[in-house]
C-alpha cells in the first residue's frame, strides 16, 4: 500500500493499529524483513550504495527541526529511509570492510533482536525482567569463568547472590572501565572512623582522611581514550591519569611503569590503579600483564585489564596464553559487541572479588531495595536492554569451540595478510599483529631503498610526505566503496618517535577471504599511482637527491 494521503493515520482508531496489526503485507517494511531473513547481507550490498554522497549532502536530508506535524504511513516512511539513512550507511558487516572492529553477525541474532525489542525487558530490576535477570547473571558469570576460571562452588555461590556481583553488563567497553575504575576508587576510599566514604563526601574529603597529595591512574600511551574519560567523570582528572611510555611492540614499558609508580608513591600520590591493555585499540597488541599485577601489588594499587577487544583470545587454547596474568587483575572489561560477535550495545565488567560491588551499590526506596535481586544495585547505568540474550544465544550456538575456529581464523588471517604486506616491497608493515590487527603502509620500493640512506631530517621530511600520501589513499579507497581500511598515526620506534600515518587493518570477519586481501592491496597501489600531486614532492626528493 502506498499511501497517497499522509493523513491516513490522524484518527486513534488508525493510530492504534500502529501498536497492533501492519499496515499490509505489500508494505515496504515486509518486503524489507523478508529479504533481511533471506538474506541479510545481499540485502545491505544491495541497499547500501557503493559510492555515497557527502556528509554533508546527508545532512540535507536530515536538515528540518520540526516534529512532523501529521502522521505518516509506515510504507511511505520506509520508502523514504531507504533512500536517505539505508543507502547511506556503512556496510560494516561487509568481508572487505577490515578497518574496524565491528564486523558481520550469525544470521540468527536478527529474529532473536526482534524477540529482544519484542520483550522490551528493562534489566535494572527483575519486576520487569523476571528470567532475563538470571539469564544475564550467567551470561557474565560464563565470562567471568573464562577469565578467573574459579571452581563450581565459587560460581553457585556467587552467580545468582545478591551479597556482590561476579561483574555488571553494560552497554560497552566505555561503561565498563568506568565501572571498574568506580569500584577502585570507593574500594580504595572506603569508609573509616568518622570518614562516611568517597561515595558519601567527595574526593576533597577523602584525600584529606587519607592523608594523601593527589590520586593517579596509570596506563600505558596506548592506552583506550575511555581510561581517562573515566578518570575525569570520577573527580580524578585527566591530568592525573598518567601515560607510560611502551616498547617497540607497543607494550608498556615495565620499567617505566615501575620507575613512574616509585615516583609517584615518593610524592605521596595514591596510585588507584593500574590499567593493562589486552589488545590495543590501534595495534592489537597485549600489555605484559603478569608483571604488571605484581607491581600493583606492590603499591596496593586496583589492577584493571581493558580487554574489550582483546579478550575473546580467551577462548582459544592455542592463543589463550597471549592473556597470561589476566587472571590477577581485580577487574577486566570485555565487549561482546567485538570479537563476540554480538550487535554493538553488549559490554561487560568483570570483578575478581565480587565483594568488591558492593563498595557502587545504590539502592532506591520503589526498586532496587535492599535484599533484592536487581541487578540495577550494582550497575552505572538504569534502564537496560536484553542485550545479553543475545550473548547468551552467541555462547550457547557458536560455543567455545566454535570461537574458538573464529578467533585462530582470524590470527591465521591476519598473519597471512602480514605475510602478504612483507612480501610486497611496495608496502611496509610497521606493526606485526600479535591479535588479529595489523598496520603498514604504501612505500614504493625505490623510495624505500633511497630512505635507508638519507640524512635524519631529508627521513623526517619524506615521512611527513608519506604521510599526506597514505592519508590520501586511504580517503580514496574508501570513498570508492570496494574495500575499506582505517588509518592512525603512530610514533614507532623504528622511526625515532616521528609520526607515521598507517593504514589500520582488523581482521575479525570469518568471510574475508585471501582473495579479498590481495584485492586491497592491488587496490591501494592503484590508487596510490593517482596520487600524482602527493607522489611528485617526494619523487623529486628521491631523483634530486
Ligand atoms: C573498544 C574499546 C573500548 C571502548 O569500548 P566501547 O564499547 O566502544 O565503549 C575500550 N578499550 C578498548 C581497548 C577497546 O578496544
Redesign the pocket.
Known sequence: MTGSSSRANANEASLLRVFTIPESDESTLSRIEKQMSEDLNGFLEQQIVAVQKPLSEIEQDFADSCIPEEPMWVSDYSDKILDTLIAHSVHTSSPRFIGH?TSALPYFLLPLSKMMVGLNQNLVKVETSKAFTPMERQVVGMLHNLVYQRDAAFYDQWMHNVDGTVGAFC???????MTALWAARNARFSAEGDFAGIDQEGIFAALKHYQYDGIAVVTSTR??Y??SKAADLLGIGRRSFVAVDVDENNRIRVDELARTCRELADNNICILAIMG?????ETGNVDPLDEIATIAEQYGAHFHV?????GATLLSSQYRGLMRGIERADSV?I?A??QLYVP?GA?MVLFKDPQISTAIEHHAKYILREGSKDIGVHTLEGSRPGMAMLVHSCLSIIGRQGYELLIDKSLANARYFAELIRQDEDFELISEPELCLLTYRYVPSHIKRFLEGASEEVRAHINGLLNVLTRMIQKTQREQGKSFVSRTMLTPAAYNGADIVVFRVVLANPLTTPEILRDVLIEQKAIARQQLESLAPIEALVNGG
Do not use: P
Open positions: 572492529m552497554s560497552g567497553g566505555t561503561v565498563a572501565n592506552g583506550h575511555s581510561l591493555v589486552a589488545g590495543t585499540t581493558d580487554a574489550a577487544w582483546g572489561t565487549d559487541h567485538k554493538i559490554g
